[in-house]
């Protein structure tokens, strides 16, 4: 992945294997709801909402989804994917590029199963289009606030009147 240390004043923090995962969980669990982006090669990408159902403890996403949606039947041509996650309100910024594969294993699936998820598969875990999708990252880049959003206001406004460099944010990559 490109170097994209290009925000004056934030701190580089790469992580690795366990401290990548705690990071990944960390994250996500302030925002589960990412753009999830398939089809990398053609622009404008391929993207809709989705939510994170799980992050487990090798730093897998996954997600539950439909059998005959666009989205499993691209995965399927290409298993390349990248994730988009914005938490605005505490400044906290992800993405992850990795390999994505659908499976209906039904342990797995009612494992991630929800009452909400009945929204969108009516018949209920046994819904026969239901699919999880497995997310396998390979490269990922975080962009985070040391202080939170508030706080960080503040700091920009202070930057900003005494034109001294804000060292406010901290930012690095996850090889998980």
């Keep these: 992945m490109k170097n994209q240390n290009d925000n004056k004043g934030d701190a580089?923090?790469?992580?690795?294997?366990?401290?990548?995962?705690?990071?990944?969980?960390?994250?996500?669990?302030?925002?589960?709801?990412?753009?999830?982006?398939?089809?990398?090669?053609?622009?404008?990408?391929?993207?809709?909402?989705?939510?994170?159902?799980?992050?487990?403890?090798?730093?897998?996403?996954?997600?539950?989804?439909a059998k005959s949606s666009r989205k499993n039947h691209e995965i399927v041509a290409d298993p390349r994917i990248q994730l988009f996650f914005a938490n605005v309100s505490d400044q906290e910024y992800l993405t992850i590029y990795g390999l994505?594969?659908?499976?209906?294993?039904?342990?797995?699936?009612k494992e991630l199963w929800t009452p909400i998820a009945k929204a969108w598969f009516t018949e209920g875990v046994d819904d026969p289009d239901l699919s999880a999708v497995r997310v396998t990252p390979q490269d990922g880049f975080y962009w985070d606030?040391?202080?939170?959003?508030?706080?960080?206001?503040i700091k920009i406004l202070a930057s900003a009147v005494t034109g001294k460099t804000l060292e406010e944010g901290v930012q690095g990559k996850l090889k998980i």
């Design 12 to 65: 580089t923090q790469d992580l690795s294997d366990q401290s990548a995962i705690e990071k990944l969980k960390e994250l996500i669990k302030h925002n589960s709801i990412c753009m999830f982006a398939t089809k990398l090669d053609d622009v404008p990408l391929e993207t809709r909402p989705m939510s994170v159902a799980q992050v487990d403890d090798e730093g897998i996403l996954w997600f539950l989804s």
């Design 100 to 109: 994505a594969v659908e499976t209906d294993n039904q342990q797995k699936i």
């Design 145 to 153: 606030t040391k202080s939170g959003r508030m706080i960080s206001l």
